[in-house]
């Protein structure tokens, strides 16, 4: 059975088919959503965790929703801004505490779920050195592909400053590759 999302917002708006039709958005968007929240915040166990962040913020506020966007759209914030919140929070308990001092690319060797080489995980390094919105705004365009208009709705940006924002990212990351050459 295909994904029908008109339907989908049908039911949702209908207290008796609410928690099945819910049922089904988590089914369809978790993978997509998993996977771009795991490029933003690196590790597999923390991706799990702004998920699930992703998909109660969803359910509390699912009577919010207007439909002036699509259903993947509103989901796609609610994760990048999880996610956002997630690197925030977590770098300032990093800032409170001095020991933890274990680099982005030696966490990700680490990971049972990390299945890439030494030169990706200097790429996500280099990534998590990046300022929120450029890390953001790279992870987005250089990875999902995605256009800067598309990109502008999510993060309710204009695409001029999203072009600058991605240009900063490339020469950041070129400089912190030139630096461990």
Known sequence: MTFDEKTTLQQL???AKQRQAFSL???????????????????????NDVLQNVFIKAWLNIDEFQGKSKLSTWLYRIAVNESLDFLRKQK??????ADEDISVANRLLADDYFNGDEAQALLQEAIALLPDVQRTVFTLRYFDEMKYSEISKILGTSEGALKASYHLAVKKITDFFNQHD
């Open 13 to 15: 708006s209908d207290p």
């Open 25 to 47: 958005v988590v089914q369809e968007y978790s993978e997509q959503l998993y996977w771009k929240i795991r490029k933003l915040v690196v590790t597999h166990d923390d991706a």
């Open 92 to 97: 300032s308990q990093r800032s409170m505490s």
